[in-house]
């Protein structure tokens, strides 16, 4: 059980040293980055108040709804380098934070969901559980997989040296591509809506 909760800890030194390491510790710092600086221009264009939580239901956004953990990372990361908990179980927690999140959103402060575009976007794909939903679910799929990768570069020292992701990553790019095709299909339906056409009258 040990062994499913825990990782072997990793020496901060190593993240500049080793090949897969760097590549982990450059994409928590480029994902920071960018998260920081959209909270600045929230909370200057909304206020601080409701810049943070527009910031935080984008970030739930990208955690929700795109097959990568880029979003989840940065919890993911500094806790396995705090507590050794693997990514993949912190990831779990992320997942339910950004669902409890939304329940909150959703229901108590939906004006939010319309402060911006990618926002109504994701009040889109929550109003319509079918066939939307499968987003979130493809991506679920997609992000516990790509976690599992994220967690094998801090563990290997070489990329040759990544078995999991050797031999799962033509999967992976199989979801993403699945991804792809019923995002598409989303952000049809939600133009066709935006400009008030209706077929069913044709």
Known sequence: MQKLRCAKKVPVEHFVKHETKQHVLLKFLAVLVILLAYFVFAAMKYGIQSGFM????????????????????????????ITKLRMFISELIVWLFAIGLNLYAYFVSPQFYNETALLSLFKHILDQPFPFWGIILISMIGTF??????????????????????????????????????????????????????????
Do not use: Q
Not at 62 to 74: E, K, N, R
């Open 54 to 81: 527009v910031t935080l239901l984008t970030w739930s956004f990208f955690v929700l709804c795109t097959p990568i953990a880029d979003a989840g990372f940065l919890i993911d990361f500094p806790l396995r380098l």
């Open 145 to 202: 997989v790509s976690i599992r990768f994220g967690d094998e570069l801090i563990d290997k020292v070489k990329h040759k040296d990544r078995e999991f992701f050797h031999k799962h990553k033509y999967n992976y790019r199989l979801l993403i591509m699945a991804f792809i095709f019923i995002i598409s299909l989303l952000l049809y339906d939600y133009l066709i809506k935006g400009l008030g056409v209706d077929f069913s009258t044709a």
